[in-house]
């Protein structure tokens, strides 16, 4: 069965000078009006700086089969059940005729202090996946086979990224691939073991410098958890979606 990558990687790019400007554009704004939400924080609360990358799932799913309505993203229709909480809000959601297709889920991180977020993005990216996996386990979506699950996250590639870090635990040692790893190395160590756990279908950590506001440019750590396989996976999952349940 032939699957459609929507021509991925220039919209890839376009979406990342678009994550870019977006957040030159907040910062600008915040600067211009005086508000106190200055620096860093205005382009993280001007939201919607991921926007680029939904319209390129939305591109996906329609590319292998299924309609455009199937891909729902507003707020009120993203909420799905959990079983260790009541509800968890996706980025996007995709179904089809009842049946929970997909769920994708899309996060960014900017320098300087990687640090300070780090952890929370790792417990919010494991406790989602793991929270949808055992609803659908107790049955929260019927009886259905598993969705496709994915998570992103763009970074900034920069120096304070790129460093090694020094993990502490005085009582017993880390594992050994996080000796020194710096916090590209840590999400990528992160997205390999969503995927070899079952959690995530697919998992994908972006590196791009700021001046990718004008070229879109990115890079990757390795294939499994670069662009390609995320899309792969995502359209072969909607392509069998469709021929399953065609006419």
């Known amino acids: 069965m032939a699957i459609n990558l929507a021509n991925h990687e220039p919209k890839a790019r376009e979406a990342i000078k678009a994550f870019w400007g977006n957040r030159q554009k907040a910062q600008e704004e915040q600067r211009e009006s005086g508000r106190s939400d200055q620096g860093e924080r205005a382009g993280v609360t001007a939201g919607k700086n991921m926007d680029g990358f939904i319209a390129l799932v939305q591109d996906v799913v329609t590319a ?121 190395d840590r999400y990528h160590i992160l997205c390999r073991k969503l995927i070899h756990e079952h959690l995530c279908s697919a998992a994908s950590v972006l590196l791009s410098p700021r001046s990718a506001v004008n070229t879109g440019e990115y890079s990757e750590l390795s294939p499994l958890t670069g662009l390609h396989y995320f899309v792969r996976e995502l359209a072969g999952h909607i392509a069998v979606e469709a021929a399953r349940h065609s006419p």
């Open 64 to 184: 292998n089969g299924l309609d455009r309505h199937c891909v729902h993203l507003d707020r009120q229709v993203v909420s799905l059940p959990g079983y260790f909480r009541p509800t968890k809000l996706w980025d996007v959601v995709v179904v089809n005729e009842g049946r929970l297709v997909a769920v994708l889920e899309f996060k960014s991180q900017v320098g300087p202090s990687f640090g300070n977020n780090f952890n929370n993005r790792v417990e919010e990216a494991i406790g989602a996946a793991h929270d949808l996996g055992t609803a659908l386990r107790e049955g929260a979506f019927g009886e259905q086979t598993p969705p496709f699950v994915g998570w992103l996250i763009l970074v900034e590639d920069a120096e304070s990224s790129r460093r090694p870090v020094r993990a502490i635990s005085p009582h017993f040692p880390v594992f050994q691939e996080f000796d020194n790893a710096s916090y590209a």
